[in-house]
């Protein structure tokens, strides 16, 4: 299986991580990491440590989603195992745009705001915002505009979701998730890029 640019960014910055805590010797550990890796921030090694775990963990709940999708891989119709794995890879998506965005702050990428605010343009964010995490009380515009799933469409194709004013939206769930890797993996690019130097 070829594994995703994602996943083998997180490969390169874990092995260039291991191979710098390797050196150190015989004098403050954390103070000794963060100046090898020019990290200003005290708990910047921590830090590290943490978000290369989340893109990982993340990585391969993606993996397992465009795999078997919603049903999940014993393909039994079970209404709370769609919606779990509904929660958890608009979750999972969520906590990799955090990681990533964490490490471009400690890797001093330029232009953070422009990355944040692509991230938050994109449809699997806002659909997370709609049933991952803020269905009764999302705003839109400002207003409260809660949201409800259609049961039906977790089994049958697009995610669709209607608003309160009786508005329904069709999300597709692999198109979204594809929209993002694409921009997260460019991002992933450029910020391993800037570790390696």
């Not at 874990?14 to 000794?32: C, H, L, P, T, W």
């Not at 198109?175 to 992933?188: G, K």
């Amino acid at each position: 299986m070829t594994r995703s640019l994602i996943y083998r960014c997180e490969q390169i910055i874990r092995d260039i991580a291991n191979y710098s805590a390797n050196r150190v010797k015989g004098q403050s550990f954390r103070e000794a990491i963060n100046k090898r890796l020019k990290f200003e921030k005290e708990d910047a090694w921590i830090t590290l440590c943490s978000l290369m775990d989340v893109l990982g963990d993340t990585e391969l709940a993606k993996e397992n989603f465009l795999k078997y999708d919603l049903s999940g891989p014993t393909k039994i119709k079970d209404m709370g195992e769609q919606y779990l794995r509904l929660y958890g890879i608009v979750n999972a998506v969520y906590l990799q745009r955090s990681a990533l965005l964490s490490f471009i702050e400690l890797i001093k990428l330029a232009d953070k705001k422009q990355f944040v605010s692509k991230f938050n343009s994109l449809g699997i964010i806002k659909l997370r915002n709609i049933v991952g995490a803020h269905t009764v009380d999302f705003k839109e515009d400002g207003q409260l505009n809660p949201h409800q799933i259609n049961r039906g469409s977790l089994e049958n194709g697009p995610i669709s979701a209607r608003d309160s004013k009786g508005k329904f939206t069709d999300y597709d769930l692999k198109q979204l998730l594809t929209e993002y890797n694409e921009f997260a993996s460019d991002l992933i690019i450029k910020a391993t890029e800037k570790f390696i130097k």
